[in-house]
């Protein structure tokens, strides 16, 4: 029986199958009233003793799902800073890049580098809509 199981969760990692925890995290991230480029990251860092953060990456669309890594969907419960980045990232061949889509893309202190973003996580299935103003560093939450 033992050994099933364990099959069957090697499989499903090598398929690209995740599970989750009691806890994910849906949403779409708006940027001056579009939806975001692909490839911002979002990252919930909980502010709760001995806990992971978890990231996520925006879709052409501007959605994102919230990972604690590869396998495992899911945020720690309670309340967690938010921040949004541009990161480099791998091609294969050279030094990391920044995606073209990305280059131009400037995202105010407020939700990157010294984010004041606060959102509060619950058990359960949560969608937290990120709305960014980079004109006038307003941010907000649906």
Not at 59 to 85: C, H, T
Request: glycine share 10%.
């Amino acid at each position: 029986m033992w050994l099933a199981v364990c099959i069957g969760a090697v499989c499903a990692a090598a398929v690209g199958c995740t599970r989750s925890v009691g806890c994910t995290v849906t949403g779409v991230v708006m940027i001056d009233g579009r939806p975001a480029p692909e490839g911002v990251r979002v990252e919930f860092l909980p502010q709760v003793e001995k806990s992971s953060s978890s990231t996520g990456y925006t879709d052409a669309q501007g959605r994102y799902v919230m990972r604690f890594n590869a396998v495992l969907e899911g945020v720690q419960p309670g309340e967690s800073i938010v921040k949004l980045a541009v990161v480099p990232v791998f091609t294969g061949s050279g030094p990391p890049s920044i995606p073209e889509q990305l280059r131009d893309l400037r995202l105010p202190e407020a939700v990157s580098t010294k984010s004041t973003l606060r959102r509060t996580v619950k058990p359960g299935r949560n969608t937290i809509n990120i709305d960014v103003e980079t004109k006038s560093t307003e941010v907000s939450g649906k």
